[in-house]
């Protein structure tokens, strides 16, 4: 088992800067990928980003150049760090862990909330 706890949510105005941070604990030593995911109300859930436990990044069109994630394996966590948000990034942001079997585990998810 993979527990997954998230923090940094909150509100943020136009054009401001958030950074997520998920940490990982349990059976970490069979994740591979660890990503970031959202769902913002009446939306499907959707990937934002993910990287491997080799490095390999993975973004969506509409985060790229202004998200960035990155992973601590020292500490088992992988960080989402958000720039220049807008509005339409208001969701809930979830954390994902896929062990290398293909299996998956989620967080609870954290609320970024963007707005003046």
């Known amino acids: 088992q993979v527990q997954l706890v998230e923090s940094g949510g909150g509100l943020v105005q136009p054009g401001g800067s958030l950074r997520l941070s998920c940490a990982a604990s349990?059976?970490?030593?069979?994740?591979?990928?660890m990503g970031w995911y959202r769902q913002a109300p009446g939306k499907q859930r959707e990937l934002v980003a993910a990287i491997t436990s080799g490095g390999i990044t993975n973004y969506a069109d509409f985060v790229t150049g202004r998200f960035t994630i990155s992973r601590d394996n020292a500490k088992n966590t992988v960080y989402l760090q958000m720039n220049s948000l807008k509005p339409e990034d208001t969701a809930v942001y979830y954390c994902n862990a896929e062990r290398f079997d293909g299996i998956e585990y989620w967080g609870k998810g954290t609320l970024v909330t963007v707005s003046s």
């Open positions: 349990g059976s970490i030593f069979s994740i591979d990928t």
